[in-house]
């Protein structure tokens, strides 16, 4: 009689099979009592190896295996030796190496058919079953396990036929046949519970419950798998239990409960670890991946499953190496990087086709639908989503077909064909509450929101986005929360319940500044893309803001947005205290807020009418408090600050002991754009005056609806924070007609209100240290041109204010001058510096050596002394014109590291412009008792008046002297 040990038959873990055997074969040429020593000694090994993969010990148990087999082929037992190579392959197989795996068992059948061992037959034939499920090659995995059936059945091989059928379940489920994997799986349970094998029990157990899963009974689905994870917690196995621990998460998220999924996939990572099971380790990380996804965690989401695509790779595991490309396209797509997305979803889609994953192929061509319809390619959407919905009828995939039927309103719906899409979502919606999943029927419910809003039937749209929003608290799904909240928000709006709809917008801005924060170490270019996906709401939430006369409020919201583009730009930032708390709500807002989700439609104009009385109740003050901080700007100081909506420009006028006003100015955002291209193009050409064509068009827009506004508060200085791309354009070069802004006002321009620091004062005793770039004209060093007047710029400096640490050419390193610059109110660089949108890595400046210090490394210096940073850089510069960030994240990074100010380029300067234009600084900044922003502007207006000049050549086109800015407190 041949005993059989087995372990792990399951539709995710390699069934492990090996069996003891008593038979002796004839000795030829040793004495018996050897070769029965040496034969014991290869059992004791091959039970060793057995006894120590079971408790997760594979690596160890491979070299007891190959020291079995050895023996066996010294003694020339046969069997023995088909047994331990058939070890071997088992071992290797829940090592995640499915070749090598392959490539042992398939010795070990040819051994065993050539000593007509049936029984070693039926095992190595399942072995190689489960190693090409495993590399999802289904169709010869049930090849195999069919004659495995067979012949289990023919020598009345009870566990071998309950192995059989389980494995031939799962095959089937991973193919979509969930009927038939189920019928299987049935048969398999029914025979592990009469001959009482509780490991073959349990694992029939969990693949049932993947089945039902599979059909949306999750329900079931977690019924079955309970049952599984206490057998195997029973009779201690850690690879049914990891396993079991990893469906019953996957079951729980589908159900949207995203932290009881979480908690069950660290405990199956915990294990998958410990025992060394790769492809487990693997699963548990997409799964991890999939479900901070689902909580709006997108970086976490994307490092998990960044490590679940190289381990599934790794161990070639090509449905795991599938899954992970598909969640990775969906984590990219919810940031909005859609090329990204799909590249991703096709390499899914392709390895779904080609192992003949049906289910797979299916949820790929659905996120591949999502994708096109976010990108506008309706038609492309329609026919993915009809190509999955076929294949999810066709295997009976309940969550497949809803998820289909809903994407498919959804495309219809933005091809404006709403009846059509209320059809289908309608569909979704009856699916989804049938099948328990409380995910899909928030979205179905948001989605016939939209589309009855679309229709204008704005009363059934807020009914169903109530419902939606009541499902996503529950279920803690942020992001359908933040975009809900939004949606109810802009259809109250639209139904004139102003009041009530900011109250929606504030709290959709709360939820989704939760969400950023926790992007912050995403890729640059992806975090701004998830800005541009939300930035609607924000900008709608201030137009509301302002017809209520609500202005500082609105100053609050796009001042948050500011600071969080540059959070989000140099990844490591956040905000100022001032900052911290985020959007603030009103007393009666406060109040209201926790109806928000349990108030009905019928209440909705009571609510907003309640809520407008309580608020009108409040005194101006409250409504536009002013924070203490502004109150103390100092006088003649004017805070100016644009807001750029979709169809025209706000400009936010403040100074101290007044309240806040706004002035409208009608104009389209892509003609302001086209309007700041033109004027900064007409700047950086110093061989033409068009700027004085041009310049006026952008002052009639910006400084000529304020112009008695400014008059009225006895202004000298602006205080001016840019919004969006007019960060590009210096606001000094503003043209009137007659004179250049600058000739007016001194400006500083802000990074942010809530940043600014007005109780600094500047030093009256001046150290400097200055470093130059040097070199020769023509000569290149490092990659960049020589800058030979660099150095009597130092020099200069140096004459002026003999307190100066002066570093030239190889002298000036990033080292030397991070251990000198400590204790200096000024810091000058005389070098290169390039800015660059993409990412603060790729943004630097550059030092006589050749080293270099990025922008997100500057926070590191000590400047906690330092009145001003300037860098005079010949390439400082920026290049695509973005949201200009990265122009202020200098001014922020230095400010972080202590500074007051700092004065950088907008666009490359000439070497002796910029040395003329230094001159005149700091013989203005050596006067004494002059602030840095009244010094530049002097130097500036020498440059203009032509008091200045090198030789023949004039200074007076703003190219030469507008292109420095000051950022920060220059006062």
Same mark, same amino acid.
């Given at each position: 009689?041949?005993?059989? /040990?087995?372990?792990?038959?399951?539709?995710?873990?390699?069934?492990?099979?090996?069996?003891?055997?008593?038979?002796? #074969?004839?000795?030829?040429?040793?004495?018996?009592?050897?070769?029965?020593?040496?034969?014991?000694?290869?059992?004791?090994?091959?039970?060793?190896? =057995?006894?120590?993969?079971?408790?997760?010990?594979?690596?160890?148990? *491979?070299?007891?295996?190959?020291?079995?087999?050895? %023996?066996?082929?010294?003694?020339?037992?046969?069997?023995?030796?088909?047994?331990?190579?058939?070890?071997?392959?088992?071992?290797?197989?829940?090592?995640?190496?499915?070749?090598?795996?392959?490539?042992?068992?398939?010795?070990?059948?040819?051994?065993?058919?050539?000593?007509?061992?049936?029984?070693?037959?039926?095992?190595?034939?399942?072995?190689?079953?489960?190693?090409?499920?495993?590399?999802?090659?289904?169709?010869?995995?049930?090849?195999?396990?069919?004659?495995?059936?067979?012949?289990?059945?023919?020598?009345?091989?009870?566990?071998?036929?309950?192995?059989?059928?389980?494995?031939?379940?799962?095959?089937?489920?991973?193919?979509? !046949?969930?009927? !038939?994997?189920?019928?299987?799986?049935?048969?398999?349970?029914?025979?592990?519970?009469?001959?009482?094998?509780?490991?073959?029990?349990?694992?029939?157990?969990?693949?049932?419950?993947?089945?039902?899963?599979?059909?949306?009974?999750?329900?079931?689905?977690?019924?079955?798998?309970?049952?599984?994870?206490?057998?195997?917690?029973?009779?201690?196995?850690?690879?049914?239990?990891?396993?079991?621990?990893?469906?019953?998460?996957?079951?729980?998220?589908?159900?949207?409960? $995203?932290?009881?999924?979480?908690?069950?996939?660290?405990?199956?990572?915990?294990?998958?670890?410990?025992?060394?099971?790769?492809?487990?380790?693997?699963?548990?990380?997409?799964?991890?991946?999939?479900?901070?996804?689902?909580?709006?965690?997108?970086?976490?989401?994307?490092?998990?499953?960044?490590?679940?695509?190289?381990?599934? @790779?790794?161990?070639?595991?090509?449905?795991?190496?599938?899954?992970?490309?598909?969640?990775?396209?969906?984590?990219?797509?919810?940031?909005?990087?859609?090329?990204?997305? %799909?590249?991703?979803?096709?390499?899914?889609?392709?390895?779904?086709?080609?192992?003949?994953?049906?289910r797979g192929e299916s949820l790929a061509l659905g996120n591949l639908g999502v994708t096109y319809r976010n990108l506008g390619k309706y038609d492309k959407a329609i026919e993915y989503q009809e190509q999955r919905l076929v294949i999810a009828r066709e295997i009976k995939d309940r969550r497949g077909e809803s998820l289909a039927l809903g994407n498919l309103g959804a495309d219809y719906g933005s091809l404006g064909k709403y009846d059509k899409a209320i059809d289908y979502l309608e569909q979704n919606l009856a699916i989804a509450r049938e099948i328990k999943n409380r995910g899909g029927e928030g979205e179905a419910l948001g989605s016939l929101g939209v589309a009855y809003g679309s229709l204008g039937k704005y009363d059934k749209a807020i009914e169903y986005l109530l419902q939606d929003l009541a499902i996503a608290r529950e279920i803690e799904d942020r992001e359908g929360e933040g975009r809900t909240l939004s949606n109810i928000g802009f259809a109250l709006?639209?139904?004139?319940?102003?009041? /009530?709809?900011?109250?929606?917008?504030?709290?959709?801005?709360?939820?989704?500044?939760?969400? @950023?924060?926790?992007?912050?170490?995403?890729?640059?270019?992806?975090?701004?893309?998830?800005?541009? &996906?939300?930035?609607?709401?924000?900008?709608?939430?201030?137009?509301?803001?302002?017809?209520?006369?609500?202005?500082?409020?609105?100053?609050?919201?796009?001042? *948050?947005?500011?600071?969080?583009?540059?959070?989000?730009?140099?990844?490591?930032?956040?905000?100022?205290?001032?900052?911290?708390?985020?959007?603030?709500?009103?007393?009666?807002?406060?109040?209201?807020?926790?109806?928000?989700?349990?108030?009905?439609?019928?209440?909705?104009?009571?609510?907003?009418?309640?809520?407008?009385?309580?608020?009108?109740?409040?005194?101006?003050?409250?409504?536009?408090?002013?924070?203490?901080?502004?109150?103390?700007?100092?006088?003649?100081?004017?805070?100016?600050?644009?807001?750029?909506?979709?169809?025209?420009?706000? *400009?936010?006028?403040?100074?101290?002991?007044?309240?806040?006003?706004?002035?409208?100015?009608?104009?389209?955002?892509?003609?302001?754009?086209?309007?700041? &291209?033109?004027?900064?193009?007409?700047?950086?050409?110093?061989?033409?005056?068009?700027?004085?064509?041009?310049?006026?068009?952008?002052?009639?827009?910006?400084?000529?609806?304020?112009?008695?506004?400014?008059?009225?508060?006895?202004?000298?200085?602006?205080?001016?924070?840019?919004?969006? %791309?007019? @960060?590009?354009?210096?606001?000094?070069?503003? #043209?009137?007609?007659?004179?250049?802004?600058?000739?007016?006002?001194?400006?500083?321009?802000?990074i942010a209100y809530s940043l600014f620091d007005s109780d600094s004062k500047p030093q009256s005793n001046i150290r400097i240290f200055a470093g130059a770039f040097g070199g020769k004209n023509g000569e290149r060093r490092f990659g960049a041109n020589g800058l030979p007047a660099t150095i009597p710029e130092v020099e200069n400096i140096q004459t002026s204010f003999p307190n100066t640490t002066k570093l030239v050419e190889q002298a000036f390193t990033a080292q030397a001058s991070k251990d000198k610059v400590s204790g200096n109110a000024i810091v000058h660089f005389a070098t290169h510096a390039e800015f660059k949108s993409s990412s603060p890595l790729d943004s630097y400046v550059l030092f006589g050596d050749g080293s270099k210090v990025t922008l997100a490394e500057i926070n590191n210096w000590q400047l906690k002394d330092t009145d001003l940073v300037v860098l005079s850089a010949c390439e400082t510069g920026v290049g695509s014109l973005g949201n200009g960030?990265? =122009?202020?994240?200098?001014?922020?990074?230095?400010?972080?590291?202590?500074?007051?100010?700092?004065?950088?380029?907008?666009?490359?300067?000439?070497?002796?412009? &910029?040395?003329?234009?230094?001159?005149? *600084? $700091?013989?203005?900044?050596?006067?004494?008792?002059?602030?840095?922003?009244?010094?530049?502007?002097?130097?500036?207006?020498?440059?203009?008046?032509?008091?200045?000049?090198?030789?023949?050549?004039?200074?007076?086109?703003?190219?030469?002297?507008?292109?420095?800015?000051?950022?920060?407190?220059?006062?």
């Amino acid at each position: 009689m041949r005993s059989c /040990l087995k372990f792990g038959v399951t539709a995710i873990a390699l069934s492990l099979s090996f069996c003891q055997v008593s038979t002796l #074969y004839p000795l030829e040429t040793a004495s018996a009592q050897t070769i029965q020593e040496r034969k014991a000694e290869a059992e004791r090994l091959r039970k060793q190896g =057995i006894q120590q993969c079971q408790t997760g010990q594979c690596e160890q148990a *491979l070299q007891s295996f190959q020291q079995a087999l050895q %023996i066996y082929r010294e003694i020339g037992n046969r069997q023995g030796e088909g047994l331990a190579l058939g070890n071997l392959g088992v071992a290797y197989g829940s090592l995640g190496k499915y070749d090598k795996a392959i490539e042992y068992q398939e010795q070990s059948l040819a051994i065993v058919r050539e000593i007509k061992d049936r029984g070693g037959e039926s095992l190595a034939l399942g072995n190689l079953g489960v190693a090409y499920r495993n590399l999802g090659k289904y169709d010869k995995a049930i090849e195999y396990q069919e004659q495995r059936l067979a012949i289990a059945r023919e020598i009345k091989d009870r566990r071998g036929e309950s192995s059989a059928l389980g494995n031939l379940g799962a095959d089937y489920g991973s193919l979509g !046949k969930y009927d !038939k994997a189920i019928e299987y799986l049935e048969q398999s349970l029914a025979i592990a519970r009469e001959i009482k094998d509780r490991r073959g029990e349990s694992s029939a157990l969990g693949n049932l419950g993947n089945a039902y899963r599979s059909l949306g009974k999750y329900d079931k689905a977690i019924e079955y798998q309970e049952q599984s994870l206490a057998i195997v917690r029973e009779i201690k196995d850690r690879g049914g239990e990891s396993l079991a621990l990893g469906n019953l998460g996957v079951a729980y998220r589908n159900l949207g409960k $995203y932290d009881k999924a979480i908690e069950y996939q660290e405990q199956r990572l915990a294990i998958a670890r410990e025992i060394k099971d790769r492809r487990g380790e693997s699963s548990a990380l997409g799964n991890l991946g999939a479900d901070y996804g689902s909580l709006g965690k997108y970086d976490k989401a994307i490092e998990y499953l960044e490590q679940s695509l190289a381990i599934a @790779r790794e161990i070639k595991d090509r449905r795991g190496e599938s899954s992970a490309l598909g969640n990775l396209g969906n984590a990219y797509r919810s940031l909005g990087k859609y090329d990204k997305a %799909i590249e991703y979803l096709e390499q899914s889609l392709a390895i779904a086709r080609e192992i003949k994953d049906r289910r797979g192929e299916s949820l790929a061509l659905g996120n591949l639908g999502v994708t096109y319809r976010n990108l506008g390619k309706y038609d492309k959407a329609i026919e993915y989503q009809e190509q999955r919905l076929v294949i999810a009828r066709e295997i009976k995939d309940r969550r497949g077909e809803s998820l289909a039927l809903g994407n498919l309103g959804a495309d219809y719906g933005s091809l404006g064909k709403y009846d059509k899409a209320i059809d289908y979502l309608e569909q979704n919606l009856a699916i989804a509450r049938e099948i328990k999943n409380r995910g899909g029927e928030g979205e179905a419910l948001g989605s016939l929101g939209v589309a009855y809003g679309s229709l204008g039937k704005y009363d059934k749209a807020i009914e169903y986005l109530l419902q939606d929003l009541a499902i996503a608290r529950e279920i803690e799904d942020r992001e359908g929360e933040g975009r809900t909240l939004s949606n109810i928000g802009f259809a109250l709006a639209i139904k004139k319940q102003p009041n /009530l709809a900011i109250l929606y917008y504030k709290q959709s801005v709360k939820v989704r500044e939760s969400i @950023r924060k926790d992007i912050r170490n995403l890729d640059t270019d992806i975090q701004e893309s998830y800005l541009e &996906t939300i930035s609607g709401s924000y900008r709608r939430l201030i137009d509301l803001l302002l017809k209520q006369g609500r202005v500082t409020e609105a100053l609050q919201v796009v001042d *948050l947005l500011k600071i969080q583009e540059l959070e989000d730009y140099l990844k490591n930032i956040k905000g100022s205290d001032r900052a911290a708390k985020g959007v603030e709500l009103l007393a009666p807002e406060k109040a209201m807020s926790s109806q928000l989700s349990a108030m009905s439609f019928e209440q909705i104009p009571e609510l907003n009418r309640q809520l407008a009385r309580q608020i009108q109740l409040l005194p101006e003050s409250e409504i536009n408090k002013v924070p203490d901080y502004l109150q103390k700007l100092p006088k003649g100081a004017v805070l100016l600050y644009p807001l750029i909506l979709d169809n025209r420009l706000e *400009l936010i006028v403040f100074s101290a002991n007044t309240f806040p006003i706004n002035r409208t100015v009608p104009i389209k955002k892509a003609d302001l754009e086209k309007l700041v &291209t033109d004027v900064r193009s007409d700047l950086r050409d110093y061989t033409s005056l068009d700027i004085k064509n041009s310049s006026p068009k952008l002052y009639n827009i910006l400084i000529k609806p304020i112009e008695a506004d400014l008059k009225q508060a006895n202004a000298t200085t602006i205080l001016y924070a840019p919004d969006g %791309i007019l @960060r590009y354009i210096p606001l000094a070069a503003l #043209y009137d007609g007659k004179q250049w802004l600058v000739e007016k006002y001194r400006i500083d321009n802000l990074i942010a209100y809530s940043l600014f620091d007005s109780d600094s004062k500047p030093q009256s005793n001046i150290r400097i240290f200055a470093g130059a770039f040097g070199g020769k004209n023509g000569e290149r060093r490092f990659g960049a041109n020589g800058l030979p007047a660099t150095i009597p710029e130092v020099e200069n400096i140096q004459t002026s204010f003999p307190n100066t640490t002066k570093l030239v050419e190889q002298a000036f390193t990033a080292q030397a001058s991070k251990d000198k610059v400590s204790g200096n109110a000024i810091v000058h660089f005389a070098t290169h510096a390039e800015f660059k949108s993409s990412s603060p890595l790729d943004s630097y400046v550059l030092f006589g050596d050749g080293s270099k210090v990025t922008l997100a490394e500057i926070n590191n210096w000590q400047l906690k002394d330092t009145d001003l940073v300037v860098l005079s850089a010949c390439e400082t510069g920026v290049g695509s014109l973005g949201n200009g960030a990265e =122009i202020l994240g200098f001014g922020y990074q230095v400010q972080r590291a202590g500074a007051k100010a700092s004065i950088a380029s907008l666009w490359t300067v000439s070497d002796g412009g &910029t040395q003329l234009l230094m001159e005149a *600084l $700091y013989g203005n900044l050596q006067k004494g008792n002059t602030s840095t922003s009244a010094s530049l502007r002097e130097a500036q207006l020498s440059m203009i008046r032509k008091s200045i000049k090198q030789g023949e050549i004039n200074f007076n086109h703003p190219y030469y002297w507008s292109a420095f800015v000051l950022i920060g407190n220059g006062l």
